[in-house]
């Protein structure tokens, strides 16, 4: 194993097989075989270098945070406002007061939906989401709609699976409040024209929420030029542990949001007549926080910094127009979700194979990839399918789990040739 990140010199090419080895679960064999892992949307693999800072906090540094006036608390405060400050630095947020931390995406857009839309939306206003979205940026909407009286507006998609731009420039009006959005989609790898769409979403006045879980593995997310209000993701989808993530707000929208949940450390005084609220970003963290996961995100954070995510981007772009060239090739296979500008995630059906099947021969030659409707069942449904296969790359993907993939793909057409 490496002892540090496998940090890429500038100019040298980026050596798959160093960052493989950074990552243990890859030497591990499936059913007998050489695991190709290419479900990496669904959940990333972590580096040693996540691993070992997690169990590190957890030998030397674990305590309750913000409440022990002893050592230990004190370094695991310390730690875990590290890890805050880490999450501002990758998103170049102005402050931490801005960087909130979740449970993952999930929980981020429900934050953003039970205390800013459910204290602000009334009937007549409108909520505008495309339909690509990830369930995690349909059904608390809904929620929220049903409670509020507000409407959700959805803006369409084409047989390619962009977004059609007209189509969503006309869903705006000035009774959209909040445009919601992913910045790539999960299940079709499509990357959003994001600066377009905050753009069209300022100019009628409505705050906009980006869904960045399968941006930040594989692009550099700016927020002071992306300009959103929101934007949330995950840190099992970064390199990092489950059970974190990160809801980022403007500071100024914030802080005129109610708390969502209550109790332990987003207050400041309680008696049973009054409570007053602690500051940003405590007031939107109630109760014992993932401390060890958020140690575990600064890390993984780290991690992908230290191989460069612009040349990660490069490397998974590569694989991706292999793959797609090598897939085009098999006979019966469709490629579903076909922008012209994508994300390393290749959806497809083969003719004749339920995917769920497929995902079982695919399982017993070791390849890993996902089948279902990935969370997007208006995508399915768009495109008439029940459910696709899906295969997704990451930093350590290589040629070899594409090859892996292209032969099992060949023996599932044997099997129900
Ligand atoms: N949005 C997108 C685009 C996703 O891909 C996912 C996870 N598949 C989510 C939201 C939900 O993330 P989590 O389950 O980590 O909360």
Redesign the pocket.
């Known amino acids: 194993m490496n002892a540090e990140p496998a940090r890429l010199a500038a100019g040298m090419p980026y050596d798959v097989a160093r960052v493989r080895a950074d990552f243990p679960v890859l030497a591990t064999r499936v059913r007998g075989k050489r695991l190709a892992f290419l479900d990496t949307?669904?959940s990333a693999q972590r580096p040693l270098q996540v691993i070992e800072a997690v169990a590190a906090y957890e030998r030397t540094s674990h305590a309750n945070v913000h409440r022990g006036v002893y050592q230990l608390s004190q370094r695991a405060t310390d730690a875990f406002e590290g890890a805050r400050e880490r999450v501002r630095r990758f998103l170049n947020a102005a402050s931490e007061r801005e960087v909130i931390f979740t449970?993952?995406?999930?929980?981020a857009?429900n934050l953003v939906a039970q205390s800013w839309a459910r204290s602000t939306l009334g009937p007549g206003d409108e909520i505008l989401i495309t339909w690509m979205?990830?369930h995690?940026?349909i059904v608390p909407w809904q929620m929220v709609c049903q409670q509020t009286g507000a409407t959700l507006k959805v803006a369409p998609i084409d047989r390619r699976g962009e977004l059609r731009l007209d189509a969503f420039r006309a869903l705006l009006s000035p009774r959209t409040r909040l445009v919601a959005f992913?910045a790539?989609?999960?299940s079709l790898g499509t990357v959003l024209p994001a600066a377009e769409i905050v753009a069209a979403a300022r100019a009628v006045g409505a705050l906009v929420l980006v869904?960045a879980?399968?941006a930040v593995p594989h692009e550099r997310v700016d927020l002071r030029a992306l300009d959103c209000d929101f934007l949330?993701f995950?840190g099992?989808?970064l390199y990092g542990p489950t059970g974190i993530?990160v809801l980022w707000g403007r500071e100024a929208v914030l802080r005129e949001m109610p708390p969502w949940q209550g109790g332990g450390d987003m207050i400041l005084t309680v008696s049973f007549e009054r409570t007053t609220y602690n500051a940003l970003p405590y007031k939107f963290e109630a109760g014992t926080p993932n401390i060890s996961g958020a140690i575990g995100l600064a890390a993984a954070i780290d991690y992908l910094e230290g191989l460069g995510i612009e040349r990660v981007h490069a490397h998974e772009q590569a694989l991706l127009q292999r793959a797609t060239a090598a897939l085009g090739r098999i006979p019966g296979l469709t490629i579903v979700g076909q922008a012209a500008r994508k994300a390393g995630v290749i959806s497809f059906t083969l003719e004749g194979v339920h995917p769920h099947d497929l995902g079982t021969i695919l399982d017993a030659e070791g390849v890993a990839v996902r089948a279902g409707h990935?969370?997007a069942m208006p995508v399915m449904d768009f495109f008439e399918v029940a459910a696709t296969a899906r295969a997704s790359f990451g930093c350590y993907s290589d040629e070899a789990d594409l090859e892996q993939l292209v032969a099992a793909l060949g023996h599932a057409r044997e099997v129900f040739g």
């Open positions: 949307a669904a449970r993952g995406t999930t929980e857009i979205e990830h995690a940026n992913t790539v989609s999960n869904d879980a399968q949330a995950s099992h989808k993530g990935h969370c």
